[in-house]
T-cell receptor, first 112, second 110 residues
Framework: EAQVTQNPRYLITVTGKKLTVTCSQNMNHEYMSWYRQDPGLGLRQIYYSMNVEVTDKGDVPEGYKVSRKEKRNFPLILESPSPNQTSLYFC???????????FGSGTQLSVL | GEDVEQSLFLSVREGDSSVINCTYTDSSSTYLYWYKQEPGAGLQLLTYIFSNMDMKQDQRLTVLLNKKDKHLSLRIADTQTGDSAIYFCAEKGGGFKTIFGAGTRLFVKA
């Protein structure tokens, strides 16, 4: 089944403790992206990647890192999480440079 | 900068039509989208329209685009309880970024 898989679904952590949210897609898509969803703000793009080893900042990249060492994986790294990064995170991939996005089920992150 | 705005809530009775409205600011948008988010799930592409089209119909869904007013709407005919979800309007220009609205939560009363 074609899908975007994120893990974990839920994560509670404390300020400053490094964490990684994984994202994997099995559709051979070149484009992948991370979003955060906050009430009343919709989805805001954190980082995106056009292909392996090609990444670029979105609208809200501060406090996040990404890597794209393989086509299928696009992990999101929070080196030193802070409470304002408490949010619902979505990974997405696209076969056509971001035109039609396929989303994962989301990761609810709480930073205490 | 680019912005997409939509109302936050809409409540309709089962069997009625729902109309969700959206306005956007980027006149260079080439694609406009409607995504649906069901509880506990990611967004799913519902339908989309090219900027050179005025209307697109797909079964119970009708998308209307007024490019002059930068207004997009989604009409759901014969709304069912299974249509209860959050609907996101989104637009994409020539770059790699898709701009999303805040989402409209549709409540369908039985």
């Amino acid at each position: 089944e074609a899908q975007v898989t994120q893990n974990p679904r839920y994560l509670i952590t404390v300020t400053g403790k490094k964490l990684t949210v994984t994202c994997s897609q099995n559709m051979n898509h070149e484009y992948m992206s991370w979003y955060r969803q906050d009430p009343g703000l919709g989805l805001r793009q954190i980082y995106y990647s056009m292909n392996v080893e090609v990444t670029d900042k979105g609208d809200v990249p501060e406090g996040y890192k990404v890597s794209r060492k393989e086509k299928r994986n696009f992990p999101l790294i929070l080196e030193s999480p802070s409470p304002n990064q408490t949010s619902l995170y979505f990974c997405a991939s696209s076969p056509d440079r971001g035109q039609k996005l396929f989303f994962g089920s989301g990761t609810q992150l709480s930073v205490l | 900068g680019e912005d997409v705005e939509q109302s936050l809530f809409l409540s309709v009775r089962e069997g009625d039509s729902s109309v969700i409205n959206c306005t956007y600011t980027d006149s260079s948008s080439t694609y406009l989208y409607w995504y649906k988010q069901e509880p506990g799930a990611g967004l799913q592409l519902l339908t989309y329209i090219f900027s050179n089209m005025d209307m697109k119909q797909d079964q119970r869904l009708t998308v209307l685009l007024n490019k002059k007013d930068k207004h997009l709407s989604l009409r759901i005919a014969d709304t069912q309880t299974g249509d209860s979800a959050i609907y996101f309007c989104a637009e994409k220009g020539g770059g790699f970024k898709t701009i999303f609205g805040a989402g409209t939560r549709l409540f369908v009363k039985a």
